[in-house]
């Protein structure tokens, strides 16, 4: 049983966020503390220069929205909302922050993993706690 669970999660069709919410609540103790975190991919600057900043801004209120809508389902989640790359983003951030458990949800990886790698196997070969990927 886990104490400090990290569940980063992505808003596609192609990840099971319940799936992962309900496995973190398997592996929880009683007094678990739950982290719903998700990475955004980083504008390039010169795309960021051509996009007004409300626009900007508004989009990262919405996605911040959305993911406190999606953590109310784990009592007491707490939400992360940053910017950079997600695989190196979690495996440090558990990593600061004490984690003792990722349960993040994955796609079928298909030959393209073998060239440009994905979030999971990064996580799961560079993470010093429990991962648990859900497929």
Same mark, same amino acid.
């Given at each position: 049983m886990?104490?400090n669970?990290l569940?980063?999660?992505v808003f596609?069709?192609?990840?099971d966020?319940?799936a992962?919410?309900l ?5 929880a ?13 980083p504008?390039?600057?010169?795309v960021a220069s051509?996009?007004? &900043?409300?626009?900007?801004? =508004?989009?990262?209120?919405r996605?911040?929205?959305?993911? =406190?809508?999606?953590?109310a &389902?784990?009592p ?18 558990a990593?600061?922050?004490?984690i ?7 796609h079928?990886p298909?030959?393209e ?10 996580v799961?070969?560079?993470? =010093?706690?429990?991962v648990h990927?859900?497929?």
């Amino acid at each position: 049983m886990y104490s400090n669970i990290l569940i980063p999660v992505v808003f596609d069709e192609g990840h099971d966020t319940q799936a992962s919410f309900l496995a973190a609540r398997a592996l929880a103790n009683d007094d678990a503390r739950f982290t719903v975190l998700h990475v955004m991919d980083p504008i390039p600057a010169y795309v960021a220069s051509q996009i007004p &900043a409300d626009v900007l801004a =508004k989009s990262r209120d919405r996605t911040e929205r959305e993911l =406190k809508e999606m953590a109310a &389902a784990l009592p007491g989640a707490t939400t992360v909302l940053e910017s950079g790359h997600a695989g190196r983003f979690i495996v440090d951030y558990a990593d600061r922050h004490g984690i003792d458990c990722i349960v993040l949800a994955s796609h079928r990886p298909g030959i393209e993993n073998l060239f440009l790698g994905s979030t999971a196997d990064r996580v799961v070969r560079h993470a =010093k706690c429990s991962v648990h990927v859900i497929r």
